[in-house]
């Protein structure tokens, strides 16, 4: 007669080597989740700090076209640019840094753990590559790669919207305004931040670009 009990039969469980694997895959996507809802948030504060801007460009431009001309108030739009240069090329920075983080350190990390090669996310996808204007540089004339630069590249066109309304007002300031000292003094004023958005804005790019040629590289030397 068998008097074994059903209940006292055992399985034999998950070994302990498991169970590493599987709480260090489960803290891996935890920091992964937790960098790329920080990435989306910072693409959103970046969208609307450019659009923050342009709002108050638009007022300072309607401001001083109103019943009551005030010229000098365009010489504002240029310092305006450069607060919001600052902002964009900060979340820019970020963004890039927690881009680099998802795609290739959190790759190299899991595949290390798991031992094998996982499936590549959107990060460090061809397709990710196959976006912006590096591809779409390459088939245009060596000429016209600047304008081609500009027009389909997201941070230089956030660097023409930024100085082309500064440089605009600044201009249409020193036609309006009739005191020699004002128009001096606004002309130097919105030349430096003129001036010093651009740099912000253009090495931000740059280094936006340097990522983009490190991702290049990580996937060649991972034959992905």
Same mark, same amino acid.
């Given at each position: ?6 209940? @006292? ?7 302990? !080597? /498991?169970?590493?694997?599987?709480? *260090? ?12 809802? !920080? ?9 609307? /700090? ?12 309607? %401001?001083?076209?109103? @019943?009551?001309? $005030? ?27 927690? #881009? ?21 996310? =959107? @990060?460090?996808? /061809? ?26 590249? $997201?941070?230089? /066109? ?13 201009? &249409? #300031? ?6 020699? =000292? ?5 002309? &130097?004023?919105?030349?430096?931040? %003129? ?6 804005? =253009? +090495?931000?790019?740059?280094?936006? +670009? ?7 590289? =990580? *996937?060649? #030397?991972?034959?992905?």
């Amino acid at each position: 007669m068998d008097t074994t009990d059903p209940d @006292d039969s055992t399985s034999p469980g998950p070994t302990s !080597e /498991a169970l590493t694997v599987q709480i *260090r895959m489960t803290l891996l996507g935890t920091y992964f989740q937790t960098a790329r809802d !920080e990435l989306v948030h910072r693409i959103g504060q970046r969208d609307n /700090a450019l659009l923050l801007f342009l709002a108050a460009a638009t007022a300072v431009f309607g %401001a001083s076209f109103g @019943d009551v001309s $005030r010229p000098a108030l365009l010489f504002s739009v240029a310092p305006l640019g450069l607060g919001a240069s600052f902002v964009l090329a900060q979340h820019n920075d970020a963004i890039g840094a927690l #881009g680099e983080y998802c795609g290739m350190e959190v790759t190299d990390q899991a595949e290390k753990i798991l031992r094998t090669r996982i499936p590549d996310s =959107w @990060d460090t996808s /061809a397709s990710l590559m196959a976006v912006g204007p590096r591809r779409l540089r390459s088939a245009r004339p060596r000429k016209g790669r600047w304008l081609s630069r500009l027009s389909t590249d $997201r941070l230089y /066109a956030s660097l023409l919207l930024i100085v082309g309304p500064g440089v605009a007002g600044a201009t &249409i #300031g020193v036609i309006m305004v009739h005191n020699w =000292w004002a128009r001096l003094f606004g002309v &130097i004023v919105d030349a430096v931040t %003129a001036l010093w958005a651009m740099l912000l804005l =253009w +090495n931000s790019a740059n280094e936006r +670009n340097e990522r983009r040629r490190k991702l290049e590289t =990580w *996937r060649r #030397g991972t034959s992905r």
